[in-house]
């Protein structure tokens, strides 16, 4: 790389080619990974949209393409919430190597009653953390046979103001959605940082980093019909807020730049500039409650156990 490339500033609409790799983003056919998708196509990469609905993958599929010539992107049928699938879809991938995986697909539950998997998982915690902590083991091997993949780990603010209860880590003795999708937020990133730690001890070319997309509302969001259309109306009464927060196309520039800028190390935490909530992807210090390795084998080791799966998942 030349001095200059090393020197120019991350420019979030100037990204660096990434011709000849691959890269997942699970739950790419809507929000911050849709944008994170239609963003990482505009790079020459082939992008794999994971999704459980066809449909939205499809719509998603002509969208980047419409958008982006000659764009390469793939659907991968993926439902997180169901562990004994995840296997057999990293098999209809097809690959030998995965460049990076965009961990972003997230459920969030409004309204009680808790819910289920048909597995018998709470469904925000199996969805966002226990899906994702399984598919990184089936990726482990397509991984590592890349010459420096990552995996890119997609936090929320929801979870700086949580604590992980190790003893109810499925919400079954006082369920609150709210408080649950952000532990399960929280779930995530402390495993994002763990696997950081793992993968440095085994001495894995794999890098393991966490981004977050801030304040995303979808009133901010440029339209992409059919998939989501924000009407000029809506747009207009969003206005004000956009002073403290953003759309979520700007909401995925973090993640973006955690997949592909070659500065960016393993453990490390991004975020937007201004208060973490808008503005272009910096490097932010992680929080302590997210950092601690205590706490975060514990977390470990109740997934390994919860998932049924090599505690090692796959890296050694």
């Known amino acids: 790389m030349s001095s200059a490339s090393k020197s120019r500033p991350w420019d979030v609409h100037r990204l660096p080619s990434a011709e000849g790799r691959t890269f997942l983003v699970t739950g790419g056919n809507a929000g911050i990974g849709y944008f994170t998708a239609e963003q990482l196509a505009a790079t020459g990469a082939v992008v794999v949209l994971g999704s459980r609905d066809r449909a939205r993958a499809e719509a998603a599929q002509a969208s980047i393409r419409s958008r982006v010539p000659g764009a390469r992107v793939r659907y991968l049928p993926l439902d997180l919430a169901v562990l004994s699938s995840l296997k057999t879809a990293v098999d209809r991938l097809d690959l030998d190597r995965l460049d990076a995986v965009v961990h972003n697909a997230g459920i969030a539950l409004d309204d009680p009653p808790r819910r289920v998997t048909g597995e018998g998982h709470e469904l925000m915690f199996a969805t966002n953390h226990l899906g994702h902590?399984?598919?990184?083991?089936?990726?482990?091997?397509?991984?590592?046979a890349a010459p420096a993949a990552r995996v890119v780990t997609v936090g929320s603010f929801a979870a700086r103001s949580e604590r992980l209860?190790?003893?109810?880590?499925?919400?079954t003795r006082d369920y609150r959605p709210k408080r649950t999708y952000g532990r399960?937020?929280?779930?995530?990133?402390?495993?994002?940082?763990?696997?950081?730690?793992?993968?440095?001890?085994?001495?894995?070319?794999?890098?393991?980093?966490?981004?977050?997309?801030?304040?995303?509302?979808?009133?901010?969001?440029?339209?992409?019909p059919p998939i989501r259309v924000t009407t000029p109306g809506e747009r207009l009464r969003a206005l004000p807020s956009a002073v403290l927060v953003q759309g979520k196309d700007a909401g995925a520039w973090p993640v973006v730049r955690a997949v592909l800028d070659p500065q960016v190390r393993g453990g490390q935490l991004w975020g937007p500039r201004v208060f973490g909530l808008r503005g272009t992807p910096r490097r932010e210090p992680v929080p302590s409650h997210m950092a601690g390795p205590a706490v975060a084998a514990r977390l470990w080791a109740a997934s390994a156990d919860l998932?049924?799966?090599?505690?090692?998942?796959?890296?050694?």
């Open 133 to 144: 902590f399984a598919l990184t083991r089936w990726l482990a091997p397509l991984l590592s």
């Open 165 to 171: 209860d190790l003893g109810d880590l499925q919400s």
């Open 184 to 224: 399960s937020k929280l779930a995530q990133m402390c495993f994002g940082f763990e696997l950081d730690r793992r993968l440095r001890a085994v001495g894995s070319t794999v890098l393991s980093v966490v981004a977050h997309p801030g304040g995303a509302l979808d009133s901010l969001t440029p339209s992409r």
């Open 307 to 316: 998932v049924g799966t090599d505690p090692h998942l796959g890296f050694r």
